[in-house]
């Protein structure tokens, strides 16, 4: 394994041809393995308690997670042609300075991820030191894992696909055997001939949650597959990221639907002991998947950091921006402890407002820009462009008028009775007034 290097320009530049040797099975294991976590099953829960049991559930989630799959599928696509991090690509929409914004508010993303990520990690390594006799606070069992997941991402691209392949072969047989004995063993499992009359805010909810779980890799997809040579088949990229992604995301939710009626508290804590019961002699196999996942969704999401907030103008060393990121996102997972529902169900949401319409963007701009203005994507590139400002105005608006989380409640969607379809509004409209840009553009240069 090599260390990726440290300077800004690592990030700022493209990857050299003769440095895109990455084979391409390593982008399936790059999405697949970060989503083996503990938060996709409190997400099945989650849905469960939102009301949608039976097929009603399994549909939100199939259907959720198609939605947020296919544009990180997308963007992956991007990464071997382009030889960027997906942050910094998304210059060729945004501009140079266009870019900071989307760019830092990733980075802000990824620390809240890192907190998301840890507390149920750390309640399980918790529980774990105690059945060898070892007691430990949280605040110190979360320490071990943040210092672990940072170490990993400090070595950079090829430490972080290396540890998401073979790890992710350790989740995938850990978690296999723990869902299934939990299923087996839950004492009310939802099962799947049940029936459900969720009303459509319910549903809205549901559907945002489970997306927005997948749909925010879509601002890292390209960062791990960069480095696969960019004579790659584009559909071989999309394929192997929609399916790693889809994939590990489905199944994990879809242990949480099947028991979430059993658990009833869609919090990690009772997933945890729940977990723990029902495997009775194989508790600490149970345990370690829960509590070892987040190093494989962090040691991503760390190093993707540390990509952003170069992207974003602040040109410190990679290495430090890793410190940075671990460091706040365990401050914030001490202070959130005890609070992880309510957080995660505001955070979901909330970070899908703004993902969607850069998502909308980035992916418009891509696969939509005419022929006679493609060249600009080499050329040079204007600080900010009204793409920019499209961004930032429909972001605006989705949250001002569509959001609906118990921190705020938008005017249209308490009309529509708690029904939150500001993703698929900010998806759609900045996707669609992009395309706009690009005809007027393009009309232009013909004339």
């Known amino acids: 394994m090599k260390v990726e290097a440290t300077s800004s320009a690592a990030v700022l530049q493209s990857v050299s041809p003769d440095l895109q040797t990455m084979k391409a099975d390593r982008v399936f ?76 508010i990733n980075w802000a993303n990824c620390v809240g991820w890192d907190a998301v990520n840890n507390v149920p990690s750390a309640l399980a390594f918790i529980l774990l030191l105690r059945m060898v006799g070892i007691p430990a606070p949280f605040w110190l069992a979360l320490g071990v894992l943040a210092f672990i997941q940072l170490l990993a991402s400090m070595g950079g691209h090829d430490f972080v696909q290396t540890i998401e392949k073979y790890l992710g072969w350790v989740l995938m047989g850990a978690f296999a055997i723990v869902g299934v004995i939990a299923v087996t063993h839950s004492a009310t499992p939802s099962g799947t001939g049940a029936t459900s009359s969720a009303a459509f805010a319910d549903i809205m909810v549901g559907l945002g949650a489970v997306s927005s779980f997948n749909m925010a890799w879509a601002a890292y997809a390209s960062d791990y597959t960069r480095y696969v040579p960019s004579a790659t088949p584009a559909k071989r990229i999309f394929w192997l990221t929609f399916l790693g992604t889809f994939l590990s995301s489905f199944i994990m ?43 494989a ?14 992207s974003a103008g ?3 060393n990679r290495m430090l921006s890793a410190v940075v990121t671990a460091g706040l996102g365990y401050v914030l997972a001490v202070m959130g402890e005890g609070r992880f529902v309510s957080l995660y169900e505001n955070y979901l949401l909330l970070a899908l407002y703004w993902i969607a319409p850069w998502c909308g963007i980035v992916l418009a701009d891509w696969y939509c820009r005419p022929a006679n203005i493609k060249a600009e994507r080499s050329n040079a590139l204007p600080g900010w462009t009204s793409s920019a400002t499209v961004f930032v105005a429909v972001t605006t608006l989705t949250i001002s008028l569509f959001s609906s989380t118990p ?41």
């Not at 042609?81 to 210059?91: H, I, N, V």
């Not at 921190?407 to 395309?435: E, S």
Request: charged share 10%.
């Open 297 to 310: 969704i962090n040691a991503a999401n760390d190093n993707t950091a540390a990509y952003a907030l170069i």
């Open 253 to 295: 939710e879809m242990f949480g639907l099947l028991t979430g009626a059993a658990i009833q508290d869609p919090s990690p804590d009772a997933l945890i002991h729940a977990l723990q019961a029902w495997s009775g002699p194989l508790a600490p196999l149970a345990l370690a998947a829960v509590a070892f996942s987040s190093v």
């Open 407 to 447: 921190l705020y409640t938008g005017p249209i969607a308490t009309m529509l009775k708690g029904a939150d379809i500001g993703y698929l509004v900010g998806f759609f409209l900045a996707g669609g007034l992009q395309i706009c840009i690009l005809r007027r553009r393009a009309a232009a240069r013909q004339n």
């Open 314 to 316: 602040i040109h410190v």
């Open 29 to 104: 294991w790059s999405h697949f393995a970060p989503n083996l976590a503990p938060s996709a099953w409190v997400i099945g829960i989650l849905v469960v308690s939102l009301g949608l049991t039976g097929w009603t559930g399994i549909m939100v989630l199939l259907l959720g997670n198609i939605m947020g799959s296919l544009p990180v599928a997308l963007c992956a696509v991007m990464g071997p042609k382009t030889g960027l991090p997906q942050m910094e690509a998304s210059r060729f929409s945004f501009g140079k300075t266009g870019k900071r914004l989307p760019s830092f």
